[in-house]
């Protein structure tokens, strides 16, 4: 069969099943608007729609009881779209905007307008992670396989009292499932056609005794990618000419961009000798590869262009404006590859994760009191190296990132028979963390001192401890009336390092040679929050809370020293304060139309004080932090339910979210190019203006409007063999996506599709479906930083600026899978 046989099939079957999810789609909600008769059962009882039962205070209760903020994932929710990814968690909850990055921490994680970029790989991050109980806030957690999950909660504003450590912006609380009480198991696999991904995943559970059981669960897959690849094989171009010094040729990684490979695995021991006491342990164990977060990166040209600007003198004629899901990337010359570290010989682009965890969760329960300990231990090495700039001009950066974390969560909570309990205890943690880096970003000749091509290499890192104690009261003053009050009290340290080792000869005179720079850093805050919840009948729910939040401050450990810099102004442009928060939100949570319909809605209020932002300098290379004076975020959210009476498994949900985030008091640092009458004005040294206000603005990645609503509906076909058929669409207003506010960085608003149709047989434990994600096509930018040495020149001038091109970080277009499960 010829290729050109074989890609019309493969076109055909692709633009086939794409029909076909649509129509199912079209099918589920024609269903849904119609009410057919043919499934009505007018005889039925009302029935309440699905309980979700949420920790967000550390305790299970209904969604619908609990007085927090909150979007609450099931497994099966997440398995109805095959969802894995963290990245795909933003599609499920309004206002949430996710990416990868390539330098710094690795991700980009924005709640409500409030989160942290990727640039300093020393800042934790304002939306943060708890995995089964472990706190993790360095942002990698963002690669991990996510598989066998009971459920993943998003809380959203600050958390102080429940979740181990301090945070400002919300956290992404995940439970993965634990042993039962029978022999269980799962199988499934799955195919997508757009990437050629290939993917298992499955577990076996059940008791080895009386008092013990087991669960091992597992994930892997491989995809060849999602985009195009535009480079083309051995060409120089003109670099010959341009790059005289090193004229390497460069290959590009292959025809498309984005492939990865990951395997996963986690261990589950659940001990109960009695009545008293339960031990939960759980081994897990992850490694993820692919071809670079920069594989994924889209080149946007600035605003005035229709063709890319050339990078350090050299053109990029395989290179478009466009983000289309085509852009190039190529390997490192060889020559250059061999001499730096991290880097692989065939300097072939890659990101390598191996990480591993292990958390033990105590519980021990006496007549007054429970006890509760969680011990863990989380670590992870990543390695990359990463093309930051296409095929004609190597830019190149290569990274090792190592961190281990201790940390022991101790808590007792009193079972009074009284009005009033209280839950008292103490987190500790430490960490210890590596960030190690390898540039490749001017021309020069093979350096003999140091036996490198390398520009310019960094060793940094810090060692950190957190202690905190908290305490918290819970008084019944009523049988409606419950109010619940407390604080966490933090203390932080850093010990950070960070030394430039010695440059590239031909370049002494603009980087620094072995400058080491020392810092110290010590905090202590005190974080309370008070609720008060009046349910007046099982149906209603009301609340309002104040809440307060914090994250440590410390030293940026990802700065470029410049032959000029001392350790004096290291230290004064490189430390960050502590960012806090502090409002006040309030809900009410409603069962209504006979527990059919569950209806909610939230408010909130916070502003955030000394908010830690970072900036990229696209001619320097530096990563700049700073304080913004404030952030004001408020906004309204709702939510339904709707399992539809006398319709047989027919249901519908849906959430809405209005946010309106502002910074104030806040002048920092201008966008490359930015002139003095584009609002570059402020902070003048020696008639060049430094800052731009950002006093009124809407911070980056904060929509104002998200949506999302979708449709189930559960039809029988024959016997014990049924199909259901979901369908979900997904909206967000416009939003600016760099961290400086560039006009000409941003996502329009756009709105997604997901569907999905399976048949299955509930008795014999079989099911087939067909899933299509983001059927609507939309590529999505999540962030963007500008790319280096395209623009940035005339910043702050009375003149004539240029911008830089942007690197885009672009998330997936259309996906179709097709997969099978059995469980057994």
């Given at each position: 069969m010829s290729k050109r046989i074989a890609g019309r099939r493969r076109l055909a079957l692709t633009t086939a099943l794409t029909l076909a999810v649509e129509g199912t789609a079209g099918i589920m909600l024609v269903h849904a608007f119609a009410a057919d008769v043919a499934f009505a059962q007018a005889a039925a009882p009302a029935v309440d729609s699905d309980t979700i039962i949420v920790t967000a205070r550390r305790r299970e209760e209904s969604l619908q009881n609990a007085p927090v903020a909150v979007a609450a994932l099931t497994g099966e929710k997440l398995n109805q779209y095959a969802v894995t990814a963290v990245t795909d968690l933003a599609k499920f909850v309004p206002g949430m905007v996710v990416g990868r990055q390539v330098t710094g921490s690795s991700a980009s994680i924005f709640l409500r307008g409030v989160g942290s970029s990727s640039l300093s790989a020393g800042f934790d991050q304002s939306v943060s992670f708890n995995?089964?109980?472990?706190?993790?806030?360095?942002?990698?957690?963002?690669?991990?396989?996510?598989?066998?999950?009971?459920?993943?909660?998003?809380?959203?504003?600050?958390?102080?009292?429940?979740?181990?450590?301090?945070?400002?912006?919300?956290?992404?609380?995940?439970?993965?499932?634990?042993?039962?009480?029978?022999?269980?198991?799962?199988?499934?696999?799955?195919?997508?056609?757009?990437?050629?991904?290939?993917?298992?995943?499955?577990?076996?559970?059940?008791?080895?005794?009386?008092?013990?059981g087991a669960r091992f669960a597992f994930h892997a897959n491989n995809t060849e990618g999602y985009f195009r690849n535009s480079a083309v094989p051995s060409v120089d171009f003109a670099q010959r000419a341009v790059e005289p010094a090193n004229a390497f040729l460069r290959d590009p990684v292959d025809n498309r961009r984005g492939a990865s490979k990951s395997a996963a695995g986690r261990l589950t021991l659940l001990f109960e000798p009695d009545d008293a006491l339960t031990m939960n342990l759980k081994l897990s164990g992850n490694y993820y590869r692919d071809n670079g977060a920069a594989d994924l990166y889209e080149r946007k040209c600035a605003e005035g262009r229709t063709t890319p600007a050339p990078t350090s003198g050299a053109a990029s004629p395989y290179a478009d404006c466009a983000i289309n899901g085509v852009s190039d990337h190529a390997r490192l010359p060889v020559e250059i590859a061999r001499t730096m570290r991290y880097t692989p010989e065939s300097g072939k682009p890659y990101t390598k994760l191996v990480s591993g965890s292990a958390v033990l969760n105590t519980v021990y329960r006496m007549d007054a009191v429970d006890i509760n300990s969680i011990t863990a231990f989380y670590g992870f090495r990543q390695t990359s190296g990463d093309d930051m700039s296409g095929l004609t001009r190597a830019i190149w950066n290569a990274q090792k990132?190592?961190?281990?974390?201790?940390?022991?969560?101790?808590?007792?909570?009193?079972?009074?028979?009284?009005?009033?309990?209280?839950?008292?205890?103490?987190?500790?943690?430490?960490?210890?963390?590596?960030?190690?880096?390898?540039?490749?970003?001017?021309?020069?000749?093979?350096?003999?001192?140091?036996?490198?091509?390398?520009?310019?290499?960094?060793?940094?890192?810090?060692?950190?401890?957190?202690?905190?104690?908290f305490f918290e009261a819970v008084a019944n003053l009523t049988p409606t009336v419950e109010f619940s009050g407390g604080a966490r009290y933090s203390h932080e340290s850093k010990d950070s390092f960070e030394q430039f080792l010695p440059a590239n000869s031909a370049y002494a005179g603009i980087y620094s040679q072995n400058l080491l720079v020392n810092d110290k850093y010590r905090e202590a805050n005190l974080s309370p929050q008070a609720t008060i919840r009046w349910k007046p009948n099982d149906t209603i729910t009301a609340y309002a809370a104040y809440k307060e939040g914090f994250k440590a401050g410390g030293y940026n450990i990802s700065q470029i020293f410049l032959a000029s810099t001392t350790v004096a102004s290291a230290l004064a442009n490189g430390r960050f304060n502590a960012e806090t928060a502090r409002g006040?939100?309030?809900?009410?949570?409603?069962?209504?139309?006979?527990?059919?319909?569950?209806?909610?809605?939230?408010?909130?209020?916070?502003?955030?004080?000394?908010?830690?932002?970072?900036?990229?300098?696209?001619?320097?290379?530096?990563?700049?932090?700073?304080?913004?004076?404030?952030?004001?975020?408020?906004?309204?959210?709702?939510?339904?339910?709707?399992?539809?009476?006398?319709?047989?498994?027919?249901?519908?949900?849906?959430?809405?979210?209005?946010?309106?985030?502002?910074?104030?008091?806040?002048?920092?640092?201008?966008?490359?190019?930015?002139?003095?009458?584009l609002g570059c004005n402020q902070q003048p040294v020696n008639g060049v203006y430094n800052n731009q206000v950002y006093s009124g603005r809407t911070p980056p990645k904060a929509p104002k409007l998200g949506a999302q609503f979708g449709s189930s509906l559960e039809v029988p076909v024959s016997g014990d063999i049924g199909m259901t058929f979901t369908g979900d669409m997904t909206y967000s207003s416009k939003y600016n996506y760099t961290d400086t506010l560039r006009p000409d960085g941003v996502q329009e608003r756009f709105a997604r599709i997901d569907a999905s149709a399976s048949i299955g047989n509930d008795t014999q434990g079989w099911k087939l479906s067909l899933i299509g994600r983001n059927l609507t096509d939309k590529l999505v930018v999540t962030s963007a930083n500008d790319m280096p040495f395209t623009g940035g020149t005339g910043t702050g001038t009375m003149g004539v600026g240029t911008r830089a091109d942007l690197n885009a970080v672009v998330e997936r277009g259309r996906e179709i899978y097709l997969e099978a499960r059995f469980n057994f």
């Open positions: 995995i089964d109980g472990i706190a993790m806030s360095r942002g990698r957690e963002i690669a991990l396989a996510q598989y066998d999950l009971r459920s993943v909660q998003v809380m959203k504003g600050p958390q102080a009292l429940f979740f181990g450590k301090n945070a400002t912006g919300g956290v992404i609380v995940v439970d993965s499932n634990n042993p039962g009480s029978k022999f269980e198991g799962s199988l499934s696999g799955g195919y997508g056609f757009k990437g050629n991904e290939v993917y298992v995943d499955g577990f076996l559970s059940g008791p080895l005794s009386d008092t013990l990132s190592t961190m281990e974390q201790f940390s022991e969560e101790l808590r007792v909570s009193t079972k009074f028979d009284g009005p009033v309990n209280f839950t008292v205890g103490g987190y500790y943690a430490n960490v210890d963390f590596t960030y190690n880096i390898d540039s490749y970003t001017n021309v020069a000749p093979y350096d003999p001192v140091t036996q490198t091509y390398t520009t310019f290499g960094r060793n940094s890192g810090f060692k950190g401890e957190t202690w905190s104690a006040f939100e309030g809900g009410i949570r409603t069962t209504l139309f006979d527990r059919s319909l569950h209806f909610n809605v939230t408010a909130y209020r916070y502003k955030y004080t000394d908010l830690q932002v970072q900036f990229f300098n696209p001619q320097t290379l530096s990563q700049v932090v700073a304080n913004a004076g404030a952030l004001r975020v408020q906004g309204i959210e709702t939510d339904f339910n709707w399992r539809v009476p006398g319709v047989r498994g027919l249901a519908f949900h849906g959430s809405l979210a209005y946010n309106d985030a502002e910074y104030q008091d806040f002048a920092g640092q201008c966008y490359g190019g930015q002139t003095f009458a």
